[in-house]
């Protein structure tokens, strides 16, 4: 059996993002193991797989300790060698790129996204930047090394800035959605339309601008609109919203807010038009093919891995980033027009079924494990 590891950042993430792949390949004879920050108890063994406590943190917890984290793993790879290293995420991949770079061990890189980190607002972040593009370069260059990108623009940045080989890119279109899970339901008449935005509570996912956009339709009370915000608080991530915040923004703008969920599935269900206004370093957001796939018509923003994830004018509609009047018109337009909500969310689900089914991207995952670093 072919003996593969998985780093993820932390284990809610993985079992939102890449649960289905882990347990696939344990059932079809990868010996797997998956290593993540715990943040709450697990089982050992986990769904024919193993489960394991990282020794990388989420967060950055100091120079000192930073050196111990990549000790730490350097050791436990040079003890355990695994034929593959999988890592997700951009501190895993700079922790295991090296330590694969170090042992000359076949790895793969999941770009989920590039992140906040290239987006620099500062100096700081410029120079970190910097750092990070130089340990990209480093720890791609190895022949054994593949990089999966979601979305076209992640795969072009890494080639132009000459991180790696255009070679060396494998396209997945998102983490892929389970398609029995997620159903779609006839929503003509619903009354009131209900619009929804799910995600982590950061402030460049849009929070904020959802939210004014939500007040400024409701103060004209031309439609009969409820306006729900669900969604964790991550303290951990850059740009966090505390949840008293959102609380507040929420109230003043006549936003119902629903806290974090693990009935997701259900409210879509109940969904007519999804929004998630992002600015983020997106990858393909999952949430948006989930909307998809629950029949929903999205509005999203004309930003990388967002607006990867519809069909503009067929199953949702492109707002400008951070742009609330932008955002106000797209809602208008499907507010008034509720024909165009009902088809918008009808193509969405036939777009999910031709190209978000989850065995799709499983197998493409499977693929890698089984032949990549041989020979």
């Known amino acids: 059996m072919k003996k593969v590891f998985m780093f993820v950042n932390v284990d809610w993430f993985f079992l939102s993002h ?17 290593f993540t920050e715990f943040t709450r108890t697990h089982e050992h ?5 193993l489960l394991r406590q990282s020794p990388i943190r989420r967060s950055y917890i100091g120079f000192y300790s930073s050196c111990l984290e990549l000790f730490k793993t350097f050791v436990l790879i040079r003890r355990e060698r695994p034929a593959i290293i999988h890592a997700v995420t951009i501190k895993p991949i700079i922790w295991l790129g090296i330590v ?7 790895f793969i890189a999941s770009i989920s996204g590039l992140g906040p980190a290239f987006s620099p607002t500062n100096y700081w972040g410029k120079a970190r930047l910097y750092v990070i593009k130089s340990l990209y370069s480093l720890i791609f260059s190895p022949e054994k090394t593949r990089v999966i990108c979601q979305s076209f623009y992640d795969a072009s940045v890494l080639v132009d800035n000459r991180l790696v080989s255009s070679e060396k890119i494998t396209m ?14 006839p929503r003509i008449e619903s009354d009131p339309i209900s619009v929804l935005m799910a995600c982590r509570l950061l402030a460049d996912k849009g929070v904020r601008e ?11 009370q031309e439609h009969n609109v409820s306006f729900n915000l669900a969604g964790p608080v991550d303290l951990d991530s850059p740009g966090a919203l505390p949840e008293e915040q959102v609380i507040e923004v929420c109230i003043s703008n006549e936003v119902q807010f629903l806290g974090s969920r693990s009935d997701l599935k259900d409210i879509l269900a109940k969904t007519d038009i ?3 206004p992002s600015y983020y370093g997106e990858g393909i957001p999952k949430v948006l093919i989930e909307a998809a796939a629950s029949g929903c018509a999205v509005i999203t923003t ?15 509609i492109l707002a400008v980033p951070k742009d609330v009047s932008s ?9 008034t027009d509720r024909g165009l909500m009902a088809s918008m969310g009808r193509a969405g689900r036939e777009m999910a079924t031709k190209r978000f089914c989850i065995t799709r991207v499983i197998d493409i995952h499977y693929s890698l494990y089984q032949t990549f670093g041989e020979g």
């Open 100 to 106: 694969c770079f170090a042992l000359r061990i076949p």
């Open 45 to 49: 063994t986990y769904k024919g797989f």
């Open 302 to 316: 004309d930003h990388p891995g967002c607006r990867d994830a519809i069909l503009p004018g067929e199953t949702g």
């Open 18 to 34: 890449r649960l289905p792949i882990a347990e696939v390949a344990a059932d079809r004879g990868i010996e797997m193991t998956v």
């Open 172 to 185: 997945v279109e998102g983490s892929g959605v389970d398609l029995k899970e997620y159903r779609s339901k």
């Open 327 to 335: 955002l106000v018109n797209c809602l208008s337009c499907l507010l």
């Open 274 to 276: 999804f929004v998630l």
């Open 210 to 220: 959802f939210c004014a956009a939500a007040g400024a339709i409701s103060k004209e």
